[in-house]
């Protein structure tokens, strides 16, 4: 390997431990925001969240492979934006759907429920269709990753710090609805420090190789937004759903894809680069789409 794909960014273990204790309490912090209602409406009407999640699993992934083989991009670029596709929602999506109009309480059930099933979700795609392209596939067969120690390590970063924030909420509902607002931010606001300190200390390859993911996130995060839109569309979901769909297959948990590239690929350059800008790329267009869209009124049947 050469250029982007031979390089190693510098995370110590220590710095590693420290990310996934600030994405265990970003995701506690999201989950005093979940309720046992939001699973029922699951129960009670399943079709938009099946549709949601059809889009976010099966769709993404799908187009993603295809955007890989026209575009060509280095092997560690198309691992990191397999990995980015096999991740579930990430945590701004519900304030993104919120701001541009659309079905909030599907945007929370359709997040929620990808985040759980991410436990199983995540390997088995990014296994899938990591093995379908070959280039990709050489280092998924050169890294050996078990897939039993990636369920672990999904389930300990996303699944107990779920259980924790909805036990919380669950047992003392009113100190969860004082503090989860204030640690929302500041859990996000931690992240996003970490990210910059994390990009200041590679600087040197940050400069030298993004401009080798730039166009490819562009190209790979505008597709999530329109398939998941076009997904709910051709489901006949009404415009407020769609966009809510929309929301959920192209805000992705580039947090969780960039601690799996240093758990299990050694922080590979290319990899952990796209999952890197992919999580300061799509706050932006995510936020651009969603303001664009709040000023679009709604049609008054929901539907067109």
Request: hydrophobic share 55%; charged share 10%; aromatic share 12%.
């Amino acid at each position: 390997m050469s250029g982007i794909d031979a390089v190693r960014l510098n995370f110590s273990p220590a710095t590693l431990h420290l990310l996934n204790a600030i994405l265990g309490i970003v995701m506690f912090g999201v989950a005093l925001d979940l309720k046992s209602e939001d699973f029922r409406r699951v129960l009670e009407r399943p079709r938009p969240v099946l549709i949601g999640l059809t889009g976010h699993y099966l769709v993404f992934p799908a187009v993603t492979f295809l955007l890989v083989l026209v575009i060509k991009p280095p092997p560690s670029v198309a691992l990191g934006m397999m990995l980015v596709a096999s991740c579930p929602a990430g945590n701004i999506s519900n304030f993104l759907v919120h701001l541009a109009k659309g079905n909030t309480a599907l945007s929370v059930s359709i997040s929620s429920t990808s985040t759980v099933l991410a436990v199983v979700a995540t390997p088995l795609v990014l296994r899938f269709w990591g093995s379908m392209y070959a280039p990709t596939r050489a280092i998924l067969r050169a890294v050996a990753v078990d897939p039993v120690e990636m369920f672990v390590t999904i389930f300990l970063l996303l699944g107990l710090p779920l259980v924790a924030g909805m036990f919380v909420q669950r047992r003392w509902p009113g100190f969860a609805d004082r503090v989860r607002v204030p640690m929302k931010r500041l859990s996000i606001g931690i992240f996003v420090a970490f990210l910059v300190l994390a990009l200041a200390a590679n600087w040197q390859y940050f400069v030298k190789y993004v401009g080798r993911v730039v166009v490819a996130v562009f190209l790979h995060n505008a597709i999530a937004l329109t398939t998941g839109y076009w997904t709910a569309a051709a489901f006949g979901l009404p415009v407020r759903d769609r966009r809510a769909v929309s929301f959920e297959v192209g805000i992705q948990n580039s947090g969780l894809g960039l601690i799996l590239v240093f758990t299990f690929f050694g922080g590979l350059g290319g990899a952990a680069i796209v999952a890197a800008w992919w999580g300061i790329w799509h706050v932006i267009a995510g936020l651009s789409l969603a303001t664009y869209w709040s000023r679009r009124p709604l049609p008054p049947s929901g539907v067109a």
